[in-house]
């Protein structure tokens, strides 16, 4: 990392590059020849009484004595990806919102106010795309309001680590007493190779609604309720796949349309929401005594040729940062991060 003009350290910030991303070096321990530096690359974020706070893209908040800065500048946004769709991140906010949608919903300003009984976090959060219309810190105690009319605990979905995410918005979230609570990534990757992926897919089974058999496997199914199904058959075209039970050792004749067979739960389930170019992919999940057979390749190829068929051409799935085997078969099917997103929650 690169910080000098003409042979010296310099500090080219300054506070009127709040909002812009940044990359520092500052001094980590005393002074002196023996002195360690540590850089940090993010959004500015804050610059008062002589502490600069700047947003990494995990949206981790890192508060710097400006005392300790040896060097500044302001850089570019992340390069381009190399791979998989070009997007930005109003598309797959507005694409990622449609494929789960509350059972209720209310504005407040551009912002969004979402609940469904208490089913999942991003049906039960608000997004606050654009300007709430009011001062932050009166839309925070609004919220707080419309949620406690629910029974719901508040929470408010927020990105970090993509061009146009909300850096600033966590660090005010923070300083108004809200704290993250849990992080995800949205990946994105071509559908097409997706689609091609070397999977026997004639166990797969495509419904257009969940029955009892896929409830069953869900793991978030925990208390049956209408808001549930609601939130779940959401979006412009959506797909249910379910592989039976036994079908999952049967090969190639096991059938397209096998079914769970004696009241099994499945062995593994899927769903995509199709909108527009974008396939998106949740709730692909294997039981425990099936796993490491292909059977969530063989989901996701199956939900992806369906979503080709419908003219999409672009993927993207949402995997939480502590999901290692998710993200490695992820990996392997040649999916990116794009951004972060965060629930934020007051402590």
């Known amino acids: 990392m690169e910080f000098t003009m003409g042979g010296r350290l310099e500090v080219r910030i300054t ?6 991303r940044v990359s520092v070096r500052r001094r980590s321990t005393g002074g002196g020849s023996g002195a360690e530096f540590t850089d940090t690359v993010g959004v500015l974020t804050s610059w008062n009484d002589g502490v600069v706070a700047i947003t990494r893209k995990s949206g981790e908040s890192v508060r710097i004595l400006e005392s300790s800065l040896v060097a ?4 570019p946004a992340a390069p381009a ?5 070009a997007a930005s991140f109003a598309e797959l906010a507005a694409v990622t919102a449609r494929a789960w949608q509350p059972v209720e919903s209310e504005p407040l300003g551009a912002w969004r106010l979402r609940a469904a009984g208490g089913f999942t976090r991003r049906a039960n959060s608000v997004l606050p795309l654009g300007d709430p219309g009011l001062p932050l810190g009166e839309a925070f105690e609004r919220i707080e309001q419309w949620y406690g009319e629910r029974g719901l605990p508040p929470y408010i979905q927020t990105a970090t680590g993509a061009e146009g995410t909300q850096e600033t918005l966590c660090a005010e979230l923070e300083r108004h007493g809200w704290r993250r609570e849990v992080s995800a990534e949205v990946r994105i990757a071509a559908l097409a190779p997706v689609g091609d992926l070397e999977a026997d897919v004639s166990a797969v089974r495509l419904t257009r609604e969940p029955d009892a058999a896929w409830l069953s496997r869900y793991q978030r199914f925990s208390t049956p309720g209408p808001h549930v199904l609601r939130v779940l058959g959401s979006g412009p ?9 036994e079908a999952s050792g049967a090969g190639a004749g096991a059938g397209a349309g096998a079914g769970s067979g004696g009241g099994e739960p499945p062995a593994a389930i899927g769903r995509c929401v199709v909108d527009g170019r974008w396939a998106g992919f949740m709730a692909v999940e294997v039981a425990p005594e099936h796993r490491r057979r292909g059977l969530a390749t063989a989901v996701m190829a199956a939900l992806a040729r369906r979503a080709l068929d419908e003219g999409a051409s672009a993927a993207w799935l949402q995997v939480e940062e502590d999901n290692e085997g998710a993200r490695a078969l992820y ?6 991060p794009h951004h972060r997103y965060h629930h934020f929650r007051p402590a």
């Open 331 to 336: 990996d392997g099917m040649g999916f990116a």
């Open 72 to 75: 500044g500048k302001v850089v």
């Open 81 to 85: 990806r190399r791979r998989g769709p």
């Open 15 to 20: 506070p009127a590059d709040v909002g812009k």
């Open 237 to 245: 075209s959506v797909w249910f796949a379910t592989v039976a039970g």
